[in-house]
């Protein structure tokens, strides 16, 4: 059975370099990818304090555009309106080469997952948009939005190409002297550039809360190369999913199917920055009567970070318990390297929400001390 389930797994592009620097492979999202090479611990530590490169090709990439044709008056305003039917971000507003992150809604306002939208920087491109939606939620993802907008849209795939993460405070002088145009972008922001007479998408982003970049390459020769190229460099070490998932912790970032999913709204999640002030006023996205009901009113739960005060990590699913009464669940929940002890998120009662708020763990039926604590752990090196 074990050797059948590892038949049935897909392997990215980039499957023979994590074989050849040693890296241990795991099933995630249909794929085989690493957890670790050398180590979660000296991975993390590695990545804030130089520049650690994540294969994240298992992601979603993908190009909405107008059937219409693009580059035409209004052709961003057009495709922008369609998007906004399904997430509650104001994507117009987005100036040429601004990403956004934002949420597909279903109609009770679950969060169905979390994306980045970024609007093409080339102005023969306008009525196209660049979407990262998750691994493992991508085939819904994909059919949510042929559903919805196939009428005037259209979907094109990018999962079969390379799509690596350059992150921590030495990024930007890695990549410089291969992409100088990367290294001028600001946060949330992208540009093409060439190599080897091919075009591919830079955006300064990422998911570790440290300074970074995210290139979408072609599966070929020149796109291999820049991944070779950028690991050959002493100040980069590969990464896998394990420091993957103590970073974004530590950042205060959510991870999709555990700290948020259908069951819960973005108020209750604290993300409620994704929804602009024109979207609030204009209350015309999915769930948008429950959402707004609980910006006014507020919610009956909340996502708050957790510091465990004893040695032993609150894991997913540990109870959050106050005299002796359940308030709440963790819903993420391990060891920070860098602020080098436990930390967690997870769902709170409202009114307990306030940092420095004692509660206790049930960690294996025992009560554990923790308090509430203010997100995130470690604070953004991004560039502004």
């Known amino acids: 059975m074990a050797d059948q389930a590892s038949e049935n797994l897909r392997k990215t592009p980039l499957y023979d370099v994590h074989v050849e620097h040693g890296g241990k492979l795991v099933p995630f999202a249909g794929y085989e990818m690493p957890v670790q090479f ?33 580059g035409g008056p209004g052709a961003h305003e057009k495709i922008s309106a369609l998007l906004e039917q399904i997430v509650p971000s104001d994507i117009a507003a ?137 690991l050959a460099d002493d100040r980069v070490k590969p990464i896998g999913l394990g420091a993957r998932d103590s970073l974004r912790l530590e950042a205060g970032l959510c991870l999709y199917g555990h700290d948020m999913d259908p069951s819960r709204t973005l108020v209750e999640a604290d993300l409620q920055w994704v929804i602009q002030k024109s979207r609030r006023a204009r209350a015309d996205f999915p769930g948008a009567a429950k959402i707004t009901d609980q910006l006014t009113n507020g919610a009956a739960e909340k996502r708050v970070g957790i510091r465990p005060l004893e040695r032993a990590p609150a894991r997913e699913g540990t109870e959050i318990h106050v005299d002796g009464v359940k308030v709440g669940v963790v819903t993420s929940g391990g060891f920070g390297p860098s602020v080098e002890g436990p930390v967690a998120m997870g769902y709170i009662r409202a009114d307990l929400t306030e940092p420095g708020t004692k509660i206790d763990l049930m960690v294996r039926g ?19």
């Open 94 to 230: 987005l100036k040429p080469g601004q990403g956004r992150l934002t949420v597909l809604l279903n109609e009770e306002g679950g969060i169905l997952d979390d994306l980045i939208v970024t609007r093409m920087p080339d102005d023969d491109l306008q009525g196209m948009l660049y979407i990262v939606v998750n691994g493992a939620v991508k085939a819904e993802d994909w059919a949510l939005m042929r559903e919805k907008l196939s009428d005037q849209c259209m979907l094109q795939t990018a999962d079969d190409r390379i799509l690596v993460a350059l992150q921590g405070p030495e990024a930007a002088a890695v990549i410089e002297p291969h992409f100088p145009e990367a290294g001028e972008l600001k946060f949330m922001r992208c540009a093409h550039v060439q190599k080897d007479g091919e075009r591919f998408m830079v955006t300064r982003s990422g998911y570790t809360g440290e300074d970074g970049f995210e290139l979408l390459l072609p599966n070929n020769e020149t796109g291999l190369g820049i991944v070779k190229a950028l």
């Open 38 to 70: 050398e180590g979660v611990m000296a991975e993390h530590l590695w990545t804030r304090q130089h520049a650690g490169l994540f294969d994240v090709s298992h992601m979603g990439p993908c190009f909405l555009f107008l059937k219409e044709g693009l």
């Open 366 to 384: 025992k009560a554990r001390a923790g308090e509430v604590a203010a997100l995130p752990f470690v604070e953004p090196n991004y560039k502004r």
